[in-house]
C-alpha cells in the first residue's frame, strides 16, 4: 500500500520451487516404492494364476470357520482376562509381602515363557494327569483342545492385561488420589469413579495391542489339533502342497489386524477428544 | 524319583544332553537375528523420519506388514515360499543349482523381519527424543552427516533406545519357541520329543518353562547392568 | 587380451572339470525320509535311522551303486522339501494317489498294506464304520491317505489332526480321542509295545484304491524320468534277488508287498 508496492514494484508470483534433486533418499525410496509395487502386482498375478475354483469352493468355507473359530477363541479369552487380571492387578499393587509376591510371580511366569510353551504345558502336560483330574471332575473341561486353549490364553492375556492395567493407574497423578480423600470418598469409590476412568485412557492404546498380540498368538493353537485358521490353512496345505493357503491365510490375517487397529484408533481419538487442545 | 532322575541325566540314557543341545539352539538362534534385527530396524527408523515421501512410505508398509501377520505365518511362508521363491528367480534368471533354506536361515530371516518391524518403531521414538540441538550442534562444528551420527547422536540413541529394545529381546527369546513348528531343535522341540517318547508330558515342558525363565532372568539382569552402565554419566537428582 | 584369454582357459577347464564331474560312477543320492513311523522308518536316541523304508532303500541304493545319504524332515513339509531340492527321493512309506501324483512322480509300489483302526482297550465302539464311530473323535496324522480316508469315508466323527503317530498314541492314552486310523503294521506293533497297552485294535479297514491308494512307493521331483527308471530296476532286481524277503522277514511276520 505504499508508493513502492503499488507503483514501482507489481506484485510477483512466489518463485517456482527448486526441482528436487535426486539425492540417495529419493533414489531409495523410489526403488524400494517400486519394489513394493512389483511384490503386490506380483502377489495378486499369483492369486491369479493360482486361483483354483475347486479349491475355493472346497476350503473357502472351512477357512470362514477357521476364521470364526480364531475370533471366538481370542475375544473370550481377553473377556475372561480381562476379568482375572482385576485381581491381579491390585495383588501387584498390595502393600502385603505375600500377595504382592504371589501376584508378581504369577505376571513374571506368564510373561516371561512362550505362549507356545504355555500352551504345551497345558494341553500335553495335564494330560498326563487324567486320572487326578477326572477324580476331580475337570478332565471333562480339560479333554477338549479348544478349552486347554481358552485356559492357556485366558492366563495369559491376564498377566499382560493385569501389567497395562497397573501402569495406567500408576500414571493417574497422586493429586487425584489425595482430591477424593480431601472429599471423604472411600478407597472403594475414588477406584472406581474416580482413578478407573482415568486410567482406562490411558490403558486405551495398550489393550489394542494386546488384543492384536493376541490374534496373531492364537495361530499356534492349529499345533494342538484346533481348527482355527491357522489350522484350517495348514489342513489345505497338508492336502493340495498349494502354497496360495498360506497366502490367503496371510491376507486374512492382515485384513483382521489392519481393521482392528484403524477402528482401535478411531474409538481413542474418540475417546480422547476432550484432551486434544 | 530315581526313574526321573534317570530321565533327567546326561548320557544315553538321560534327555539332558538334548536338552542342553535345544538350549545352545534356541541362545544362537537369538543372538544370530539379534545384529540383523537391529541393522535393518535402524535403517527402517532412518527411512521413517526422511523427508522423502516415496522412503516413508515403503518403510512404513514394511513395518505395517510384518506386524501385522503372526510370527508363526511368517515362519511358514518365509520357510516353505522363500525357498520356491528363489528357485523361482533363479530359473528366471537361468541359473541352475540349489541355494539351500534350512530351518535355522528360515527362523532367522523371519524372526528378524518382525524384530526389525518392531525395533524400528523404538528407534523411531528414541530419535525423536534427541534434541535437534543436537545435530545443529555438530553441523555447526563442521563435522559431516555419518560422523554427526555415530560420534553424537549414537551414543545417546542406544541409551534412549535400551529399554524398549531390552523389552523387544525378551519377546525374541520367546518366538524362537516357535521354529520348533519347522524341525529346529530348540527347546521347546527337543522336551516335546522327549515328552513324547517318555509319556512325561508335564515334567518336560516344566523343563522347558524353567529354562525359558532362566533364560529371561539372565536376560533381564544383563538388561538392568546395560541401561545402569548407560545412565553412569546422568546427574542424580 | 591376455586378461580374456586367461579368462576363456580358466572357464573352459572349470566346463571340464564339471562335464568329468557328471561322468562319474558313484551316483550320490539324497534320501528324504520322516523317521518318525515305526516299524518303517525311526529315529532311534542315538540319532540313527532304522526301519523296513530304511533297509529297502540301503537295498535298493547297493543295486543302483548309489552312494545315499539320508536326510530327515518332519512329514508335513516332506513333499515342499523334494520339490525344494532338499533331496532326490522320499522313501518314508508315502502312499502313490492321484492327487500326490499331481506334484511329484512315483515309482512302482514297494510295498502295500491296509489301513487299520485301533481303540482303548475299555472302548464301546464296535463296528469300525462310519455309524460305529458316529460323534466320536478320531485321531490320524495330518497329510496321509489315513486323514483322508477319515475325512471322507468316516465323516461323522470328528477328526483331529496330529503332527506324528507319537502325538495321536499320547491322546489315545490320556483318553482324549477315541480311536485312532493309521497303516495296520503301525498300530500293531505299537500295540504289541508297553505304550500300545493302553488299546487294541479293532478292526482292518478294506484298501480302497482312489484314497489309499496303489500303496507306497517313492517319490521324486517331476521328469526325474531316469532316476525312476532305475529306482524301478532295483526294486525288481531286490524282489528277484530275495533281499526284498530278507528284508521283511526281519521285520514282519506277513508278506507286506500285497498283490
Redesign the interface.
Known amino acids: 500500500m505504499s508508493y513502492v508496492t503499488e507503483t514501482l514494484v507489481a506484485a510477483q508470483p512466489a518463485p517456482p520451487p527448486p526441482p528436487k534433486a535426486w539425492a540417495a533418499a529419493r533414489i531409495s525410496g523410489t526403488l524400494l516404492m517400486l519394489f513394493w509395487i512389483a511384490a503386490l502386482a506380483g502377489l495378486v498375478f499369483y492369486l491369479y494364476t493360482a486361483w483354483d475354483i475347486d479349491k475355493i469352493e472346497r476350503y473357502g468355507p472351512k477357512f470362514l470357520s477357521g476364521l470364526q473359530t480364531t475370533l471366538t477363541l481370542v475375544g473370550i479369552s481377553i473377556a475372561l482376562g480381562a476379568v482375572l487380571s482385576l485381581p491381579v492387578t491390585l495383588g501387584r499393587m498390595s502393600k502385603n509381602p505375600v500377595i504382592g509376591g504371589l501376584a508378581f510371580a504369577y505376571v513374571y511366569i506368564f510373561r516371561g515363557t512362550p505362549l507356545i510353551a504355555q500352551l504345551f504345558l497345558i494341553y500335553?502336560g495335564l494330560?498326563?494327569f487324567?486320572e487326578q483330574l477326572q477324580a476331580v471332575g475337570l478332565?471333562v473341561f480339560f479333554?477338549d483342545?479348544w478349552n486347554c486353549a481358552l485356559f492357556a490364553f485366558t492366563l495369559n492375556t491376564a498377566a499382560y492385561q493385569a501389567e497395562i492395567l497397573r501402569g495406567a493407574i500408576d500414571s493417574v497423578p497422586r493429586g487425584q488420589w489425595e482430591g477424593a480423600e480431601a472429599l471423604g470418598l472411600n478407597r472403594i469409590q475414588t477406584f472406581w469413579k474416580i482413578i478407573l476412568p482415568q486410567a482406562l485412557i490411558v490403558a486405551l492404546r495398550p489393550y489394542g495391542n494386546e488384543i492384536i498380540l493376541m490374534i496373531k498368538g492364537s495361530a499356534i493353537v492349529a499345533?494342538v489339533?484346533v481348527f482355527d485358521l491357522m489350522g484350517e490353512t495348514?489342513?489345505a496345505?497338508?492336502?493340495?502342497?498349494d502354497f496360495q493357503a498360506y497366502i490367503w491365510a496371510a491376507v486374512f490375517y492382515f485384513v483382521m489386524v489392519e481393521a482392528l487397529r484403524i477402528v482401535w484408533e478411531r474409538l481413542e481419538a474418540r475417546l480422547t477428544r476432550h484432551l486434544k487442545r | 524319583m530315581d526313574s526321573y532322575l534317570t530321565l533327567l541325566s546326561f548320557g544315553?540314557q538321560g534327555w539332558s544332553d538334548e536338552i542342553a543341545w535345544g538350549v545352545l539352539v534356541t541362545v544362537t538362534l537369538a543372538l544370530a537375528t539379534l545384529p540383523v534385527g537391529l541393522f535393518i530396524g535402524f535403517m527402517i527408523a532412518l527411512g521413517k523420519q526422511s523427508e522423502e515421501r516415496s522412503l516413508r512410505t515403503a518403510a512404513d508398509i514394511y513395518t505395517t506388514i510384518f506386524r501385522g501377520l503372526p510370527e508363526l505365518l511368517t515362519l511358514f511362508i518365509v520357510?516353505?515360499g522363500l525357498?520356491?521363491g528363489i528357485?523361482l528367480i533363479l530359473k528366471l534368471v537361468g541359473l541352475q543349482g540349489?541355494i539351500?533354506?534350512n530351518s535355522f536361515v528360515a527362523g532367522v530371516i523371519s524372526l528378524a523381519l518382525v524384530f526389525s518391524s518392531y525395533a524400528s518403531e523404538v528407534f523411531l521414538s528414541a530419535f525423536r527424543a534427541i534434541p535437534k540441538g543436537q545435530y545443529e550442534g555438530g553441523y555447526a562444528l563442521g563435522l559431516r552427516h555419518g560422523t554427526v551420527m555415530k560420534k553424537i547422536v549414537l551414543p545417546q540413541l542406544i541409551r534412549i533406545a535400551l529399554p524398549g529394545l531390552g523389552n523387544l529381546w525378551m519377546i525374541l527369546l520367546k518366538d524362537t519357541a516357535l521354529v520348533s513348528a519347522?524341525?529346529l531343535t530348540d527347546i521347546l522341540r527337543q522336551t516335546g520329543i522327549a515328552?513324547?517318547?517318555t509319556?512325561e508330558?508335564f515334567l518336560f515342558f516344566g523343563i522347558a518353562f524353567i529354562l525359558y525363565l532362566v533364560l529371561a532372568l539372565i536376560s533381564s539382569i544383563a538388561l538392568n547392568r546395560l541401561e545402569a552402565q548407560g545412565k553412569r554419566g546422568e546427574q542424580r537428582q | 587380451m591376455r586378461f580374456t584369454k586367461g579368462l576363456m582357459a580358466a572357464a573352459a577347464s572349470l566346463a571340464l572339470t564339471f562335464g568329468a564331474a557328471q561322468a562319474q560312477d558313484m551316483m550320490k543320492l539324497k534320501i528324504g525320509t520322516e523317521g518318525a513311523y515305526p516299524p518303517f522308518n525311526n529315529l532311534e536316541?542315538?540319532g540313527s535311522l532304522v526301519g523296513f523304508d530304511i533297509d529297502i532303500a540301503k537295498a535298493l541304493c547297493d543295486e543302483m551303486k548309489a552312494d545315499c545319504e539320508f536326510v530327515t524332515?518332519?512329514w508335513?513339509?516332506i513333499?515342499?522339501a523334494l520339490?525344494?531340492?532338499?533331496f532326490d527321493a522320499i522313501i518314508a512309506s508315502m502312499s502313490i494317489t492321484e492327487?500326490r501324483k499331481e506334484?511329484v512322480d512315483f515309482t512302482n509300489k514297494y510295498y502295500n498294506t491296509p489301513p487299520a483302526i485301533a481303540v482303548p482297550k475299555d472302548s464301546d465302539i464296535t463296528e469300525a464304520s462310519d455309524a460305529g464311530l458316529s460323534g466320536r473323535t478320531i485321531g490320524a496324522q495330518?497329510?496321509t491317505t489315513h486323514?483322508?480316508y477319515a475325512e471322507e469315508k468316516l465323516s461323522s466323527a470328528e477328526l483331529?489332526?496330529?503332527?506324528?503317530p507319537?502325538?495321536y498314541k499320547?491322546?489315545i492314552?490320556?483318553?482324549?480321542i477315541d480311536a485312532v486310523i493309521d497303516d495296520v503294521i503301525v498300530l500293531s506293533e505299537w500295540l504289541k509295545s508297553d505304550?500300545g497297552a493302553c488299546c487294541k485294535l479293532l478292526a482292518t479297514l478294506p484298501i480302497d484304491p482312489v484314497i489309499n491308494g496303489e500303496g507306497a512307493g517313492i517319490a521324486l521331483r517331476k521328469g526325474e524320468d531316469e532316476l525312476r527308471e532305475k529306482f524301478n530296476a532295483a526294486i525288481e532286481a531286490i524282489r528277484a534277488n530275495g533281499t526284498y524277503k530278507e528284508i521283511n522277514d526281519k521285520y514282519f511276520d506277513v508278506d507286506v508287498y500285497g498283490d
Open positions: 500335553y494330560g498326563s487324567r478332565w479333554r483342545a499345533l489339533t495348514r489342513r496345505f497338508s492336502r493340495t502342497y | 544315553d520357510y516353505y525357498q520356491i528357485q540349489a539351500e533354506i519347522i524341525g515328552a513324547r517318547v509319556k508330558a | 536316541s542315538d524332515q518332519d508335513d513339509g513333499i515342499p520339490l525344494a531340492g532338499k492327487e506334484k495330518s497329510s486323514s483322508n483331529k489332526l496330529y503332527p506324528t507319537d502325538e499320547l491322546d492314552a490320556s483318553g482324549r505304550d
